[in-house]
């Protein structure tokens, strides 16, 4: 393990590892384009240059090793200078249209302007005028004037999906970025080739020009496509999502993230239920939330305990269905079932991609929920978030008196629900999931919820005060603390693996 000395500092790293990866580690930033922490070395930007005595010249950082003895220098004279070079020789053709680019306020290229020329172009000639507006794919647009060749994304096609359907040809300023002949960027995870562009050449078509960067605010989440639980952000503005960007957790899913998980949001800003209802004289109707609460309470006294069966989801978060089984126990029903999403023919993989489309199957079997299988004797359901196509015909065919759904959009379950108490979506709240590796990751809210929407678990807990029950102090934090064992300080940026 060689110790060497990046501007003044001693470091110590592991044999093969790169000048820049040493300076990374210890927080030394140097500016780059093509260099990438999970794609091979490119070297082809020389923007990472950098002094090491005793070297007769600079040397890129990305593809020198770090060496014992070694002394860098990543802020010297003549390393600015040449940073500031090679920045004018990649602005001689790039268009200077900040103003209107998708990727302005998140552009690398910008960054390092602002940063390190602030200076007129000595170039006088005419630009090279490439297309403006290249269809790759389903979702990715490309500006090719705007491409600085740095090769990432035919890297990560090549190497991590290995569909390899980009290439660079022709030479010079003539260079392009391209699909090869009869094929198209399609793969199911085409769009983090947007992710690691780092410039406006490549962006998404389901984002494109729909909010400007620097009004979204990111709030830590978790992907609720599907079991994985890809670690993301959530970008939103005013109450609205405007899109997933993965975060990094190389325990889960590195730093990537499918296509179709990250554009699954849309159910968090359309087809929401804002208002409580209750079904009366063949016809549903606006309640206010003390009306609905005392409907549910007036049947649960009323009621035996055999005759009542409450049903959780997989989709829904640990807290939630945590607050349910609590309920069911205070009420002397010990058996707890749980409903799941289901997709004819789910598409997977050995990646990211689990054919299981529920973010929480393993918390909500950790917490002894079984498999709703339906119950003739049953009178009374409480289910959470829209049953499973299966699972709600199994329901209609045993023609409870009162079927109570808590859940956050329109569905063929809230349709058929007696009872509707609106929810919050996993943005509008805090809690945790627990993926298919039994890791419990928690997710923090993005904005509040409108109007008579709430978290699951507070409309379980007005229902339990309306019977009587003690549940003061109830929260997020101390669901997930009964449940599991777990704190939410335990769970740290990675999440924590359950015994």
Avoid at 37 to 46: E, V
Avoid at 208 to 217: D, G, H, Y
Avoid at 264 to 287: M, W
């Amino acid at each position: 393990m060689p110790t060497l000395t990046i501007d003044g500092k001693q470091v110590t790293v592991k044999d093969g590892t790169s000048v820049f990866e040493a300076a990374r580690q210890n927080a030394v930033e140097i500016p780059h384009f093509c260099y990438h922490p999970k794609l091979s070395i490119a070297g082809n930007c020389r923007m990472c240059l950098v002094d090491i005595e005793k070297m007769p010249k600079p040397a890129i950082s990305c593809n020198t090793v770090a060496t014992e003895g070694m002394v860098v220098h990543t802020q010297t004279e003549k390393v600015q200078e040449l940073q500031k070079n090679v920045l004018e020789f990649i602005l001689i053709n790039h268009p200077i249209d900040c103003p209107v680019c998708d990727q302005a306020g998140e552009c690398k290229l910008q960054k390092y302007y602002m940063d390190h020329t602030l200076t007129d172009s000595g170039f006088r000639e005419t630009k090279v005028h490439k297309p403006k507006k290249v269809d790759l794919g389903p979702l990715v647009m490309l500006d090719d004037e705007r491409c600085i060749l740095c090769s990432r994304c035919v890297r990560f096609t090549d190497e991590i999906t290995k569909t390899g359907e980009l290439c660079i040809v022709n030479r010079g300023d003539r260079s392009t970025l391209t699909t090869f002949p009869g094929k198209q960027l399609d793969n199911k995870y085409s769009l983090n080739t947007v992710d690691i562009c780092p410039v406006g050449a490549l962006t998404s078509k389901p984002f494109r020009f729909q909010c400007r960067v620097w009004f979204l605010k990111s709030t830590p989440s978790i992907c609720t496509g599907c079991s994985t639980g890809c670690n993301i952000n959530i970008n939103h503005n005013d109450g609205k999502v405007h899109r997933y960007l993965p975060r990094e957790n190389e325990a889960v899913n590195q730093c990537w993230s499918c296509d179709e998980g990250r554009l699954s949001y849309d159910f968090i800003n359309e087809g929401r239920l804002d208002r409580p209802t209750i079904h009366q004289d063949e016809k549903t109707v606006s309640a206010s939330a003390e009306d609905a609460v005392a409907e549910v309470v007036g049947a649960l006294r009323r009621l035996a305990p055999e005759d009542v069966v409450f049903v959780g989801s997989a989709y829904e978060s640990n807290e939630n269905n945590a607050a349910l089984k609590k309920l069911a126990r205070e009420l002397g029903i010990e058996t707890v079932h749980y409903s799941a999403h289901e997709t004819e023919d789910p598409y997977f993989d050995d990646f990211l991609i689990k054919a299981d489309k529920n973010p929480n199957r393993a918390g909500v079997e950790k917490l002894g929920f079984q498999r709703f299988s339906g119950g003739t004797q049953t009178k009374l359901v409480v289910a959470l978030e829209g049953l499973g196509k299966s699972d709600l015909e199994r329901l209609k065919s045993d023609e409870p008196v009162l079927f109570v759904l808590l859940a956050s959009n329109q569905s063929d379950s809230a349709e058929y629900a007696d009872v509707l108490l609106p929810t919050a979506t996993f943005a509008e709240q805090a809690g945790s999931f627990t993926n298919f590796q039994k890791r419990v990751q928690k997710f923090d809210k993005a904005f509040e919820p409108e109007g008579s929407v709430k978290p699951a678990w507070r409309w379980l807990a007005e229902i339990a005060k309306g019977l009587g029950k003690d549940w003061k102090g109830i929260s997020e934090e101390t669901l997930l603390e009964e449940s599991f064992g777990l704190k939410r300080e335990d769970l740290g940026e990675t999440g924590k693996i359950l015994e």
